[in-house]
């Protein structure tokens, strides 16, 4: 009896660092953040009241949301699809292990080792200075209605080597002989890659879906550096909706109400479609 | 037939080399502006540079402060980056060698869970905790707060790797007479190296990364990151356009090299933690 429970006692001693660091750092903010968003506070303030459910209600009701809530959503669609799409075709141009092709997979990916922030600035003096200066072409990120593509293509130099590598993955355990026999069974290479790559590339569209979804809706960095919600607030994400209620404008409760609803949608949307694309998994 | 194979293996090359050429192209053009004056530009657009102008980079360095960030940068990295190797190596390690029991494994949903986690759900009562305990404006803030969002993901990787080891030399290790700490450093630990050089450099590269967890924590100049000191450099100012892309060659610089270096790491990480999915 004693020895299990010393047993257990030095488990407990091996997790308890990390216990300390991750309670610390994210389940009591977590739980202190559940409160705030009942309360009006602003912040720094020693008095704040109770208001229940009002800032929910308020947030749901307020007509400047629907912007945010759009931008994050169109964001993470255009990338989700460009991403994939766009590192599919290159990691399979890409799949054989030849010198060249290291090479040029090793330039593909390197954007993707840069700060969100960088990008979004060596970008923005690229549209403002470079594509202006030289093609006379006026920058998408000073007009409102292209603003959220100007950001997307910053999104899609960074992050396709991502999805490339991690295609690159699944193309690799596929064993070469599975393509062998079906060319000797008179299998095209378009029918190859319907009938073999693309069902057991199955797990590795999941993987990358799955993270460019979580990405795209809380997508903050790209904006902040870029355009600062503007033209006007062509180009504010819902995460730096939160933001700023928060810290510029001192509506901590408001900002923490639209922190948890935020949580909410990224754990609905992205439950849901995990779920759905394991599910195709298994019928492929 | 011989011909059509040829022409089609020489069109898919090209096809390949300007795709990467795209992917390329705005490093081109941030190094060939940080290396020209004003004056050059505005005649040679985007060639190559026929006179190498050093003051871009002497001015850049100067106004945006810039040894500051990087010893800033590099102390919060390092430290981070030690700190969740230790810390999350060992956590996996209970984790993943108790298998059957719930309260175990309840830790390990709970932080995949976490892992979803946008950092704006948190981003309040941190600032007003980590300002509480005077921890704001910190070099210690700022890496307790970014090791504690990698924390999640870390322990997740290496308990999926725990998995796969076998047991019989640890069990070996304990009819020996050796403790539990012991054998995890000598005889588990070595074993983790793929896993860990792949996960140290991948939070290397979050961490120097960071900006969101970085713009609530670090608010005074002093205890500014890279990203940060350019996030306030290019906010405040309009600056000259071949000092800005000196900047961002600056900035690059390190984590470019680093990438070079380690380029198998790396790429085996995100490799890695794709087929686990």
């Known amino acids: 009896m004693n020895a299990k429970i010393k047993k257990q006692g030095i488990n407990f001693l091996f997790m308890l660092p990390a216990l300390v660091l991750f309670i610390f750092i994210i389940v009591i903010p977590f739980v ?23 800032n929910f209600r308020r947030i749901l009701k ?25 590192g599919l075709g290159i990691a399979v141009a890409l799949k054989k292990d030849t010198r060249v092709n290291r090479i040029f997979r090793t330039f593909v990916f390197m954007p993707f080792i840069l700060s969100l922030v960088l990008t979004g600035f060596i970008w923005t003096y690229i549209y403002s200075d470079v594509f202006y200066g030289i093609f006379g072409i006026k920058s998408l ?47 095209g290479a378009f029918k190859r890659f319907r009938s073999i790559t693309v069902p057991l590339l199955a797990p590795a569209f999941t993987v990358n879906v799955t993270l460019f979804i979580g990405w795209g809706l809380k997508v903050f960095d790209y904006v902040m550096a870029a355009t600062n919600g503007g033209p006007g607030r062509a180009s504010e994400t819902f995460a730096m909706y939160v933001y700023n209620y928060t810290f510029p404008y001192n509506r901590a409760g408001y900002g923490q109400a639209a922190a948890i609803l935020m949580l909410l949608g990224i754990f609905i949307i992205s439950g849901a479609v995990s779920r759905l694309l394991r599910r195709k998994e298994v019928e492929m | 037939m011989n011909v059509k194979k040829r022409f089609c293996k020489i069109s898919a090359f090209v096809l ?36 190498i102008y050093w003051q871009n980079f002497t001015e850049a360095i100067e106004v945006s402060d810039f040894w500051s960030a990087a010893a800033n940068s590099f102390v ?38 976490a892992m979803m986690l946008p950092f704006q759900v948190v981003m309040l009562p941190l600032y007003v905790q980590l300002r509480n305990m005077g921890m704001l404006n ?9 090791s504690g969002f ?64 970085s713009l609530i924590i670090a608010q005074k100049p002093e205890v500014r990151t890279i990203p940060l000191t350019q996030f306030f450099f290019f906010g405040q100012y309009s600056i000259r356009l071949n000092m800005a892309f000196a900047a961002f060659v600056l900035a690059m610089l390190p984590i470019i090299l680093l990438y070079l270096v380690m380029q198998k790491y790396i790429i085996g990480g995100v490799m890695a933690g794709a087929v686990k999915g």
């Open chain 1, 32 to 54: 202190k953040g559940i409160r705030i968003s009942f309360t009006n506070w602003d912040g720094f303030s020693p008095i704040y009241n109770y208001v229940g459910l009002e």
């Open chain 1, 62 to 86: 307020d007509p400047s949301i629907k912007g945010p809530i759009c931008n994050s959503l169109f964001y993470t669609v255009v990338t989700v699809i460009v991403n994939n799409a766009a």
């Open chain 1, 141 to 187: 990120l000073g007009n409102k209605n292209t603003v959220m593509w100007g950001i997307c293509i910053m999104a899609f130099w960074r992050d396709i080597g991502y999805a490339m590598l991690i295609y690159l993955a699944g193309l690799q355990a596929i064993p070469e002989t599975y393509y062998e026999a079906a060319k000797i069974d008179g299998a």
């Open chain 2, 16 to 51: 390949k080399l300007l795709t990467v050429m795209v992917f390329v192209m705005p490093f081109y053009i941030a190094v060939v502006y940080a290396l020209k004056s004003p004056e050059e530009t505005m005649r040679t657009g985007l060639a190559l540079p026929k006179k």
């Open chain 2, 76 to 113: 919060v990295t390092v430290t981070s980056v030690l700190l969740l190797t230790v810390i999350c190596t060992m956590c996996a390690y209970v984790i993943a060698r108790n298998g059957h029991s719930l309260f175990y494994q309840s830790f390990y949903y709970i932080f995949l869970a």
């Open chain 2, 138 to 146: 910190t070099r210690i803030g700022m890496l307790l707060t970014i």
């Open chain 2, 150 to 213: 990698q924390l999640a993901y870390n322990v997740f990787v290496y308990t999926g790797f725990v998995r796969n080891i076998p047991v019989e030399m640890e069990e070996a290790a304990f009819i020996d007479g050796a403790g539990k700490f012991y054998t995890f450093w000598k005889i588990v630990f070595p074993l983790m190296k793929p896993i860990v050089s792949s996960t140290l450099i991948l939070n290397a590269l979050s961490v120097w990364n960071d900006f969101q967890i």
